[in-house]
Structure formats: structure tokens, C-alpha cells
């Protein structure tokens, strides 16, 4: 009995040893695998992005962080993506000269604030009376769209993809109802881009101020309407508590988003970081449209409870159709003018034609029979 004590408490020690230097065997690996390690993150590609937006910038700033954090953690941390904010590089409509120079890897803005530098940018964004964000992600990514903005944006030395989607925007923030054509006469708007130009064929007075500045605009009466984006990103302004009247949108129906990249460095990026980097900003991209409508709906609960004086307001038939002719001539003064931009046009109407169809008696057809 003594014996087999002596015995089981040899084979315990032996086993305590065994795992003692097992332990040992495993730190000595771990030492060895250290200097490797510390190897691949001085290699680290670091690249530099710069954004249209101010840091902290919600829903638009945070989707640049998640497709950011999602390289690195895919790569293993081979390429890290930092970014620099508006405050910081001072550019916010510098974006694409940046990236072009290679100044930054990367940008990250929205392709309609290029339309003075090139008029083909702005179908890259959303279009007056044009697609709704399923459409246009589907014409995007299958019906020629990625192809035909890789053909514009090779001008300017970049590669560009979507950048996230607001969903459709609201028409804006209105201190009279606008009944007839008569009382867009003088109407002093904030709304930039195409819809800026088709107002101010309809004699609106058409200005674009700094978002920082919008509130006081309005509410001293320096600006009588103005539109942002939607409840998603209006509420924190406050409009609500100065304009009782919120339009229904028709301008900007599916604004997108639009990361870029300088050509030359994505050339030269090895093939699973480029795997990883389209991947990573299409899913934040997608990401950013989920998170809009989320946005919207929960603010908008807190707007309509929160400010029951406000009225959800559509312009009048009369002022649609006006808007609708206008913008079919615009469409067709530039397309006379510029090879490129009848061939994008072309292709969004026709596709446009064609998802629409399907549009009507799929979630239109259930919505108007479903709204409770
Ligand atoms: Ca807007």
C-alpha cells in the first residue's frame, strides 16, 4: 500500500513536470514567434484616407470607420487604413484632387460634389426623379453602372465604388406651404447639385450654405426652405423646432456615397488585400443603408411624438410636373454636348424603365395595400 503511494506520487510528479515543460516548450515557441510577428506589423501597408466629413460625424463618418476596422481585422492587420477628417485636412471638397495627386490612398465623399469638375460624376450619386436605392445598387453592381463609373472616373486617376446610402432623402424644411407654382417665386432654398439648378429654373432664389450655418439661416429668415438629408441626420440640426412644414422628397432618392482610391496604389496592393479592400466597402456600404433607414425610423418616432406641430407636406402636382419637364431638358442639353453622358443617362433611364416595372408590382403593390 505504502508503495503504490510512493508510486501514484511519482507518476503525479511526473505528470507536473510533463506539463511544466510543455509550458515551457510553448513560451520558448511564442518567444521565437514574437520577433516574426513584430516582422509583419513593421511591413504593415498604412494607408491614409481622407473624408468629406468632420470627425464624429454620424452614420457617414461611421461607415468609414467600420470598413477601416474590417481591413485591418481581414488582413490580419496587414493593411491599416487611418483617416483623416475634414477639420484635419481642411479639404472637404478637395477630396478627389487629393487622392487623385495621391496625397491620400483614399477618399471618402460623394460623387455629385465633382459635377462642376465633371458633369458625369453626378450620376454616381443619386439623380432628380431617378432610382430608389434598390434599383440603383442593382444597376450598380449588375446592370453596367460599376463599368460605366470606372470609365468617368479613370479621367481623374481613381478607382470609385458606392460609399454607403442615405435611402431616400426628404424634400426638405419649409416655413410656408408652397401651394402653386407662384410661391417658389423668390423662395430663397439651401439645396445644392442638379435639383439646385431645376429650382432655380422655377425662379427660386438657390444658394448653398455650410451645414454649421443652416439653423441660424433658417431661423433668422436669411434662407425661407432648405433640405439635408432626412429624419436619419435632420433631427440633431433641430429644424423641426423652426419649420413647420417637411416635404416629401423627389431630389435626391437614393443618395450613395462614394469611397475612392488612388489607381496607382490599388494597382500596386498586393491581390488579397484588394480582395479585401472591395469587400470591406461594399459591405459598409450596404451597412451605411441599413443603419440610414434604422436612423430615420427611430427619429422620426421622436420627431412626430416629440413636435406634433410638424406636417408632412408633397409640392402640389402642378409644381412636380414643372420640375419633371425641366430636368428632362437639363438631361438633354447636356446629353448634346457630351458623348459620356447620353451613354450614362441613357443607360439609367432604360434601366430605370425596366426595375420600375418589377418596382410597381412588387413593393410598390404591397406597400399601398400595407401601410398599417
Ligand atoms: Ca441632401
Avoid at 450620376?123 to 453592381?141: D, K, L, R, V
Avoid at 422655377?202 to 450654405?209: A, E, S, W
Wanted: charged fraction near 20%; charge should be negative; include cysteine.
Amino acid at each position: 500500500m505504502k508503495q503504490l503511494k510512493h508510486v501514484m506520487r511519482l507518476i503525479t510528479g511526473l505528470v507536473v513536470l510533463g506539463s511544466l515543460l510543455a509550458l515551457a516548450a510553448c513560451a520558448e515557441k511564442q518567444q521565437a514567434a514574437a520577433p516574426a510577428e513584430a516582422k509583419v506589423e513593421k511591413e504593415a501597408i498604412v494607408w491614409k484616407l481622407a473624408q468629406t466629413w468632420g470627425t464624429g460625424f454620424p452614420i457617414f463618418g461611421d461607415a468609414v470607420i467600420k470598413m477601416a476596422d474590417m481591413v485591418k481585422e481581414m488582413s490580419g492587420g496587414e493593411l491599416e487604413i487611418r483617416i483623416d477628417s475634414a477639420n484635419k485636412h481642411k479639404a472637404a471638397f478637395g477630396i478627389l484632387d487629393m487622392v487623385n495627386a495621391g496625397q491620400y490612398e483614399m477618399g471618402h465623399s460623394a460623387s455629385y460634389y465633382w459635377k462642376g469638375k465633371d458633369p458625369n460624376t453626378m450620376f454616381f450619386s443619386t439623380m432628380p426623379f431617378g432610382m430608389i436605392a434598390p434599383e440603383q445598387y442593382a444597376w450598380f453592381y449588375y446592370g453596367g453602372g460599376m463599368e460605366l463609373m470606372k470609365k468617368v472616373y479613370d479621367q481623374h486617376g481613381v478607382y470609385s465604388f458606392p460609399g454607403g446610402n442615405t435611402g431616400n432623402q426628404m424634400g426638405g424644411w419649409f416655413r410656408k406651404e408652397i401651394n402653386t407654382l407662384d410661391d417658389l417665386n423668390g423662395l430663397k432654398m439651401r439645396i445644392p447639385g442638379f435639383a439646385g439648378e431645376i429650382l432655380s429654373k422655377l425662379d427660386v432664389v438657390v444658394t448653398n450654405i455650410a451645414p454649421g450655418e443652416l439653423y441660424t439661416a433658417l431661423d433668422r429668415g436669411t434662407i425661407d426652405a432648405l433640405e439635408w438629408v432626412g429624419p436619419s441626420l435632420d433631427l440633431n440640426m433641430g429644424f423641426q423646432k423652426i419649420a413647420p412644414y417637411y416635404y416629401t422628397g423627389w431630389h435626391e432618392p437614393a443618395t450613395e456615397l462614394q469611397f475612392m482610391v488612388n489607381q496607382a496604389a490599388f494597382d500596386a496592393l498586393p491581390e488579397h488585400l484588394q480582395k479585401i479592400l472591395v469587400i470591406a466597402m461594399q459591405y459598409a456600404a450596404y451597412d451605411m443603408y441599413a443603419r440610414s433607414y434604422h436612423d430615420s425610423a427611430v427619429n422620426w418616432a421622436s420627431i412626430e411624438e416629440e413636435y406634433p406641430d410638424v406636417k408632412i407636406r408633397t409640392l402640389p402636382p402642378e409644381i412636380i410636373a414643372e420640375m419633371k419637364r425641366v430636368n428632362l431638358e437639363l438631361l438633354a442639353e447636356s446629353a448634346a454636348n457630351d458623348p459620356v453622358f447620353k451613354e450614362i443617362l441613357e443607360s439609367q433611364t432604360a434601366y430605370m424603365k425596366m426595375a420600375r416595372k418589377w418596382t410597381e408590382i412588387s413593393d410598390y403593390a404591397y406597400l399601398k395595400d400595407n401601410l398599417e
